[in-house]
């Protein structure tokens, strides 16, 4: 399975029955000005919560992938339904089956409301079990006693995708707890440097991880990185 990162909290995975992207955010992005939105393609769109920074280029992707399903909390899965857009309602703790693995929809301590006020459910993250790799895709959250409880799930988590930018989210030093918590010793940043109260110390992050005997990964915006490195 690959992981492409589109900048900001956006990343694309890549597994051999399957393409999802989770939380499109790229065309307002100007980190990510180099991304061409028209040529991603996917089957699937996850989205995390209804904040305008995870949800700016669901239809524009949507539409430019007319068999793409939207996979939500039931708030926003419906507002995408009421659109015409194919979806499935899910929410905090349940389980859907695809033909390439499992998602299981999972706690995320934030906010969720769509740009119009409109409330957006609970925010959530997607721990996922694709080719015998388990991934913890956290969201917009700050740390949590419930990440406790996710390697019990499905097993040693092989890489966990973690906000580090602080401010809306989790900073660096609280992504370190949390990678304690949940038994991993292989994180990918998220949510940093979009917007000048998010930047991080790169250096800095890499360093604190690493005395805590665990490894950070910054993927550069359109570069790919494959999961069977994380062991």
Known sequence: MEIIYYGHACFGYK????????DPFITANELAKDI?????????ILLTHAHFDHILDV?????????AVIVANFEIATHYANLGYNVVKMNIGGVKKFHFGKIKMVNAVHSSSFPDG???GQAAG?????????????GDTALSQDM???????GYINVAVLPVGNLSTMGVYDAIGAAKFIGTRNVIASHYDTFPGIRVNKEKAVAAFLSE???LTFISIGSTVNVDQFI
């Open 213 to 215: 005997e665990k490894k």
């Open 15 to 22: 597994t051999p029955k399957a393409q999802f992207i989770i």
């Open 118 to 120: 409109k409330y957006g």
């Open 126 to 138: 997607f721990l996922l079990k694709i080719d015998g790799k388990v991934i913890y895709h956290a």
């Open 59 to 67: 239809e524009i992707i949507a539409k430019n992938n007319p068999n």
């Open 148 to 154: 406790r409880n996710l390697p019990y799930i499905y």
């Open 36 to 44: 061409d939105i028209n040529k991603i393609e996917v089957d699937y």
